[in-house]
């Protein structure tokens, strides 16, 4: 027998033995190349629809990097979503709940750039049954979340995995999305859903996809985050509280996780309870980068099954030009987009930053109290800057600032609290909000460190980064109030009296002003702070508006026509002199400008 004739047999024997194994035909070698992309927050296009200028991700620069790729043809392309697309720029707002008759505008890009799969983000539930329900009608691909469950069926509300069959070659994809949903969006955004615990649905439905489907490879899609590292040494893998990083060391069975929500750039190995590593990729945020995993497949005969060699980076996609041609084909509606964002509603009579909400009282957070007071009638309003950087310039007012002024679609509920769990509301923000001073020299703000008592840890522009987030910023308006920083948490905020110059009772029962995301538990404020249980947050609710904050916010500012922003001053940072002085300190460590 001739070595070619011999090399001839053992090729159609083994392809033979792969088909019969398996029921299918696979190719001997085959690379993949899954791209991914997470919480690009509405930025399709290379646009910012907010400050009406150039931006510096979008799709369009994916979609670019994504056909450079296609045309290689050296591997095949998946290409993933890890969710939170349809909030955050006006455009998707625009066809959200303006623009409702036509198709929506994410899974007509998404259809077209050829998009095989997203999970479902916590923004993308934000939009509302009715937005939600018809994207997942027009796209051309699935929407998953394994364990997002319709209580009427016990069955998932939505798609938990798909399989993508590539020249036979079988890619599991299921998705996961944070089990926090009811702890931050209002109950009639979800009414009908329970979001259950990843792990265990992880767990269930891995053993459902490995013995139903026999996939060659099981790809996880978090909306979840990475988590929080616990312990990591020199050579050893991290090991991670909750997250995707928690499901990759303890549920056997995944080889690649594509995780978002947290906004942060992943490329880590961790290390399975099987001995496995897996792959967990996270692209960051808005289009700015992507995570490409490469999966080098070749077929294992003594095995039955494919040796896999997995490699990941992170690619910015600064370096792509926008795909102007699929711009082209969207322009009419981003003209009808940008005219709607452009739409005067009012005149600011001066400048407001959001950065002046860090330390004190300010005209930003306080226009959003003045609206809260004044739509429910209520005592007390409870507000923060849900934008940590922001300013709106003296002058016109249009649309698009509204999304500066306020970031996110949360409703406006009435709340009754009693005044003691006000002022523990009240202590529970601050003692996150503040450091304790102990000299004037001393930092105002909490500040992130690696360890208790370890050095600040700076971003990537050398400024100090927030401990908490600025949108868990709660002050309060209806009272006089002091917050004295020498003190330790818990015991700082003093309440003099009510703004109105009655006195302020702790056993009084008070109606309170609040946004949905804090009314339904968002940041602890209600259950750590205030003491209040979880499941007694229905009983204090009174009421809720029908549609978002955003919404009433233009009404409000119509209906004024010019808005002069000044500052409430009901409450003041004690001693003054140190927060005067902190405060010229901090701007200059927090801003690189």
Avoid at 126 to 135: C, H
Wanted: net charge negative.
């Amino acid at each position: 027998m001739t070595r070619r004739l011999y090399l001839l047999l053992t090729f159609i024997i083994s392809v033979s033995f792969l088909a019969g194994c398996t029921g299918r035909e696979r190719p001997e070698r085959l690379t993949l190349k899954i791209v991914a992309t997470s919480d690009v927050h509405g930025l399709l296009f290379p646009h910012d629809f907010i400050n009406d200028v150039p931006a510096d991700g979008s799709l369009t620069r994916v979609y670019s990097y994504v056909r450079e790729q296609r045309e290689k043809k050296d591997a095949e392309i998946v290409l993933l979503d890890a969710g939170d697309i349809l909030q955050g720029q006006p455009l998707v707002y625009y066809s959200n709940f303006i623009d409702t008759g036509r198709i929506h505008i994410v899974p007509e890009v998404m259809n077209r750039m050829g998009y095989d799969a997203i999970v479902v983000g916590n923004h993308d539930i934000e939009a509302g049954r009715p937005v939600y329900g018809k994207i997942v009608d027009e796209s051309e691909f699935p929407w998953l979340a394994a364990n997002v469950v319709n209580n009427a069926t016990g069955r998932p509300w939505f798609k938990p995995y798909t399989v993508i069959d590539i020249r036979g070659v079988k890619i599991a994809v299921v998705g996961f999305t944070t089990s926090m949903v009811p702890e931050w969006l209002p109950q009639q955004l979800w009414e009908g859903m329970e979001f259950k615990e990843i792990k265990c649905e992880a767990e269930r439905w891995m053993q459902v996809i490995l013995e139903k489907e026999d996939p060659d490879i099981v790809v996880g899609l978090f909306h979840e985050g990475m988590g929080e590292t616990v312990s990591s040494g020199p050579g050893e893998p991290a090991a991670y509280t909750g997250g995707a990083g928690m499901i990759a060391s303890s549920v056997p069975g995944f080889d690649i996780i594509i995780t978002g929500h947290d906004h942060r750039r992943w490329n880590t190995w961790v290390e399975g309870p099987d001995g496995n590593m897996v792959l967990v990729a996270g692209p960051g945020s808005h289009g700015r980068h992507v995570a490409e995993v490469t999966v080098d497949l070749e077929f294992n005969i003594n095995k039955g099954s494919y040796d896999r060699n997995v490699s990941g980076k992170i690619i910015s996609m600064e370096g792509y030009e926008p795909c102007w041609g699929l711009v082209a084909e969207f322009q009419g509606r981003i003209d009808e987009a940008r005219d709607y964002v452009s739409r005067q509603i009012g005149r600011l009579e001066a400048d407001i930053s959001s950065r002046e909400s860090l330390f004190g009282s300010s005209p930003f957070v306080d226009i959003v109290h003045r609206l809260q007071l004044d739509m429910t009638g209520a005592d007390i309003s409870f507000a923060a800057p849900l934008s940590y950087d922001a300013t709106l310039e003296k002058g016109y007012l249009t649309v698009g600032d509204m999304f500066s002024l306020y970031r996110f679609e949360n409703f406006l509920y009435t709340m009754e609290l009693y005044g003691s769990e006000i002022k523990n509301y009240l202590e529970y923000s601050y003692g996150n909000w503040f450091n304790t001073m102990m000299r004037e020299d001393d930092l105002l703000l909490r500040y992130r460190t690696a360890h208790e008592d370890s050095p600040i840890i700076l971003d990537d522009g050398g400024t100090y980064r927030l401990a908490g987030a600025a949108f868990d910023f709660d002050s309060a308006a209806g009272i006089d109030y002091t917050v004295d920083v020498r003190q330790p948490a818990g015991k700082r905020v003093t309440i003099h009296t009510m703004s109105n110059g009655e006195p302020f009772l702790a056993d009084r029962k008070y109606l309170v002003a609040i946004n949905s995301y804090r009314g339904s538990g968002g940041g602890g404020h209600l259950e750590q702070g205030a003491g209040i249980p979880r499941s007694h947050f229905g009983k204090r609710l009174v009421s809720s508006t029908e549609r978002d904050l955003r919404h009433y916010l233009m009404e409000y500012i119509e209906k004024e026509e010019v808005i002069h922003p000044v500052a409430l001053n009901n409450w003041t940072v004690i001693p003054e002199e140190w927060q005067r002085k902190a405060k010229e300190r901090e701007i200059k460590l927090l801003f690189a400008d």
